[in-house]
C-alpha cells in the first residue's frame, strides 16, 4: 500500500525567508502524481504545486518549487520569499496514475513570523 | 475560491443517527470524490462518484453512502453514527477522470458526534 510521511508536525518562517518542507513517500508504482495541497483555517484545500512522477524537471509555481528526488522517494516543497498569507497546513498527497484517489500525509503547520 | 461548496459548515449529532452532508460542484464537474479528515490527521478517501456512479472506495464502512445527481452536486450519508465518525468532511470535484484532471475542495462541514 502506498502511504505518504510528513515528519515535520510545525515549521516556522521569518517573513520573506525561505522554508522546505519535507515529504517522502512509499509506492511500488512507477507512475504517479504528486502534490502538495495548502489548508488555511478556513479549511479549504488549495492545489499548492504538482508533480507527474514522468517528469525529471522540478515543478516550480512562482515562489513555490519542488525537489522530487524519485528514486529517495522525496518531495519537498521550498516557498521563497514567505508571505503572512502563507501561513496555513500543508499537506503533500500522492495519487497512483489512472485513479482519482488522493493519499494524504499527516500535514505540517507552517507559521510565518513578521 | 474553487467554486465548490458544502453544506452545512457544522453539524452536531448524536451517536446511532443518520446525517447527510451535501456538495455542489462546479458547473461541468462530473466526478466527485469524498474524503474524511479527522482532527490533525491528513484527509482519507472514503469514495468517488463519476457520472452518478460509484467509481472507487476506500476503507469505510457500507454505513457511509454516497449519491450524485445530474446537476452537479452530491450527497455523503452516514448511518448509524460512531462517536469516531467526528471529522471534518471535505468533497472535491473535477471534470472526468483521468490524471490531467485537477481536484477542487470544498471548504468542508465539521461533523461532531456525541
Known amino acids: 500500500a502506498q502511504t505518504v510521511t510528513q515528519s515535520q508536525p510545525e515549521m516556522s518562517v521569518q517573513e520573506a525567508e525561505t522554508v522546505t518542507l519535507s515529504c517522502t513517500y512509499d509506492t511500488s508504482e512507477s507512475d504517479y502524481y504528486l502534490f502538495w495541497y495548502k489548508q488555511p483555517p478556513s479549511r479549504q484545500m488549495i492545489l499548492v504545486i504538482r508533480q507527474e512522477a514522468y517528469k525529471q524537471q522540478n515543478a516550480t509555481e512562482n515562489r513555490f518549487s519542488v525537489n522530487f528526488q524519485k528514486a529517495a522517494k522525496s518531495f519537498s516543497l521550498k516557498i521563497s520569499d514567505s508571505q503572512l498569507g502563507d501561513a496555513a497546513m500543508y499537506f503533500c498527497a500522492y495519487r497512483r496514475r489512472n485513479t482519482d484517489k488522493l493519499i494524504f500525509g499527516t500535514g505540517t503547520r507552517l507559521q510565518v513570523f513578521p | 475560491e474553487t467554486g465548490v461548496t458544502q453544506s452545512p459548515t457544522h453539524l452536531i449529532k448524536t451517536r446511532g443517527q443518520q446525517v447527510t452532508l451535501r456538495c455542489s460542484s462546479q458547473s461541468g464537474h462530473n466526478t466527485v470524490s469524498w474524503y474524511q479528515q479527522a482532527l490533525g490527521q491528513g484527509p482519507q478517501f472514503i469514495f468517488q462518484?463519476?457520472?452518478?456512479?460509484?467509481?472507487g472506495r476506500g476503507n469505510f464502512p457500507p454505513r457511509f453512502s454516497g449519491l450524485q445527481f445530474p446537476n452537479y452536486s452530491s450527497e455523503l450519508n452516514v448511518n448509524a453514527l460512531e462517536l469516531d465518525d467526528s471529522a471534518l468532511y471535505l468533497c472535491?470535484?473535477?471534470?472526468?477522470?483521468?490524471?490531467?484532471?485537477?481536484?477542487?475542495f470544498g471548504p468542508g462541514t465539521r461533523l461532531l458526534v456525541l
Open positions: 472535491a470535484s473535477s471534470y472526468g477522470t483521468g490524471e490531467q484532471e485537477t481536484q477542487y
Open positions: 462518484y463519476y457520472r452518478e456512479e460509484e467509481n
